[in-house]
């Protein structure tokens, strides 16, 4: 049953994420991708991580995305038609890297030790759910979660400054 | 008796499903029942009965992207929130946390106070006035 | 799992959902009619005894009209858009609890869809997938006054979302859990003094109230729809039964509003009696939701719309602030009272 479920999210997932490259417009690529961050989220709710579920919505696919899909409606960003390839020689040098990302995926999945995976703790404290992201967000992780509130106020800061033009 | 656990998320997709073909059926019924007799003006944009001046497809204001940004960086604050929120009164009340109480507290303070500082700062350069 | 939780499932899930509607329906009319009342006519009446047919005939109207889609609107997105915005309205009402558990031939049947410990961050998350709704509806009729009334929709949407999200984090700090149902529980006993408005929750339950009038663009903020500004916004190219689901998704989210307001801060489907007749339990939960739906309209029919740069400003300026406030307060409160 759920094996059932994660093959077919994980289908749903693969599928948009193919399909954000292949669309020519940018707004249906940016959609795409909204559908592979849902996908995802319910893969992450199979693995008994809620919390991480609903804020992946939450924060990925109802913020940011929205910021996406907000900056490609105010640029009016034109469909991609054909274009010359300035640099041919890139394309010799893809195919080696990306045989080797994969490579080196396989062999990190291949490592794993399966039987030191928490995801079938069905308990309210596992990993994944509120209790231990409260916790363990402010006993092991105080000091990143201190540092992530002054880089949120330089990234408030930051686009304040860009988006403001002298004199206005 | 009640489910618990992770099967307890099933309604949703179920709902989905429901949710979605009620919604294709109610967009597919006026295709079927409607009559279409599509004349020019019918099709064109409107514009309070002018003829439409200029594209649509025109460079809008820069300020929903900052509302948008802003938007963002609080909406992660809020989130930090929501976990501390849940687990304050239950450490408030487990005797094995009881001497983190007030820096469960003063924690949460001090992120709050650093991201007010940054509400004041851009309430007052003044980007959400949207009349200049 | 087994068959007949599916089926309880499925069972409720039509039930729900053909109450909803029909709610939808009916709270056009008493809306039309209380407003009547308030302006001193008598509301639609002709259609059936009382005007109750009259939803039945506006979904036939709907049916009927001529479904034009713009020429040069993207037509995909055009026809996805209300669909984004109705179908979230749709899929909040499974984890909003009703009433306690009845028995019915021998069958403990809790009053409620389903229940997981993340219930209110599925209200919120799908609050944020509303939003794309109206910027899509925007930009796919390729009409300037859509796009820039979609745009300024979205803005004042995203602007609320904060200060809704801000304002039920005091009621977690008092709660303790992000289930809608151990909240509810959590309010019992006391006579009421319990429910959140009076147990240290005003100030939320006022912030709540302001951003969900936001939310659902209602007056005094429903300037990105309203027929008078920006023509008609980012629904102005809409016809026939895709105009019409774009009211049903308003109404909706109206109704879920009332009933997390009422499930948050009111004690839900808490009230006298309800230990000796579970029953009440589903009374008490319908008066309060009609009570605050009465109040939507009341405001409705009183306030004048704000300006959008007047709407802007109280959300960041004042709401934003205020939210902040209650949490830092509930917060010292409970540390005190601990």
Redesign the interface.
Known sequence: ?EKALFIVFAVVAVAAALNILFQRNP??SA?SL?GTLMALSAIYITLRA??I???Q??VY???IM?LF??VI??LNAPKEGPHIDKQKGLRYLAIPFAGLLLAEAFYVIRSVDLAEMPATDSS?RAVG??WSVGTSLFTDYLLPFEVTSVLILMAVVGAMVLARREGD | ???SGT??????L???V???T???I??L???L??????TTT???????GVE?V?T???R?SVK?YL??M??LL??IE?VF??PW??V???V??DPAYSSL??VF?GE??VF?AVL?VG?VY??RKGI????R | ?TTD??LE??I???VV?GILLTAVAYLVLIERRILGFIQLRVGPNRVGPFGLLQPAADGLK???????????ANK??Y?LA??LI??PA??T??VIPYGDSITIFGR?I?LH??????GL??L??L???G??GL??A??S????????GG?RA??QM??Y??AL??SI??V???????DLVKIVEAQGGWYGLKWHVFYFQPLGYLVFFIAALAETNRIPFDLPEAEAEL?AGYH??YS???F??FFMAEYANMITSASLGTTLFWGGWMGPGVERWPALSLVYFIVKVAIFLFIFIWIRSTMPRFR??QL??FG??VL??LA?LN??IT??L??IT?
Do not use: H
């Open positions: 049953m707004l249906y959609l909204v809620q919390f579920a609903a804020i919505i939450i696919a109802g913020a929205v899909v907000f409606m105010l309210s759910t509120t | 008796m009640e489910p099967v307890n998320y099933l309604p949703i179920i709902v989905f429901v949710a979605s009620l919604a294709a109610i967009i019924i006026p295709q029942l409607a009559r279409s007799r599509p019918k099709l064109m944009p409107y514009e309070c439409p200029g649509a497809r025109e809008q929903f509302v948008a802003v938007f609080f909406d809020a929130l929501l929120a849940v304050f009164p239950q408030l009340k109480k007030y507290y949460m303070m709050m007010l509400l851009v309430l959400l006035e949207w009349n | 799992m939780i599916l499932w499925i409720k899930i039509a959902i709907f049916m009927f009209k001529e479904d034009i889609i713009p020429l040069t995909f997105l026809v209300p669909t109705l179908v749709l899929m009402f499974i403990t809790p869809v389903t229940r997981f410990d993340v961050l599925y919120l998350a609050a944020s997938i939003v794309y910027a899509l925007g930009w009729s390729n009409n300037k006054y859509s796009l820039i745009l979205s803005a995203i602007s979302e904060l999200g801000l984090v005091g977690l700090i008092q709660a303790g859990s992000l023509v102005v190219e026939s039964m895709k019409a689901m959008y740069d802007m400003r960041w300026k934003l602030p902040l949490i830092v917060a010292t409970v540390l601990s």
